[in-house]
């Protein structure tokens, strides 16, 4: 019998907007993205001064939002430079308008 990985079972689209909202599912990584976005450019340095959490923790958040796309980090000698991905943030919006408006709330009855 083979055995078949459950997230095989729902489409590529939705498997999509699974990975972009997982990366959100954490205050941290929320606070990371309001961060960047209020610092209007890319933050060179060491986004755990920032953020109150240890360096290894939010090291480890950086890395989710970078694997799913919605922060660039390049290395500037032994710093590194984090800036927000726009195309990835447009297209989490566009994603997530996209799919809200599928969900009618008006026929939720409960």
Do not use: W
């Not at 078949?4 to 990371?32: C, G, N, S, V, W």
């Not at 755990?48 to 950086?62: F, K, S």
């Not at 922060?71 to 195309?87: E, F, M, P, R």
């Amino acid at each position: 019998m083979t055995t078949i990985a459950k997230i095989t079972l729902f489409e590529e689209d939705l498997q999509q907007k699974a990975r972009l909202f997982k990366a959100l599912a954490h205050p941290a990584r929320l606070a990371i993205l309001q961060y960047l976005s209020e610092m209007k450019s890319c933050m060179t340095g060491n986004i755990a001064d920032e953020i109150p959490l240890g360096r290894t923790t939010v090291n480890q958040h950086l890395k989710e939002l970078r694997d799913a796309g919605l922060i660039k980090g390049t290395v500037d000698g032994v710093k590194t430079n984090y800036c927000l991905n726009a195309k990835t943030i447009e297209l989490m919006r566009k994603e997530t308008d996209e799919f809200l408006s599928k969900i009618d709330v008006k026929r939720n009855y409960c």
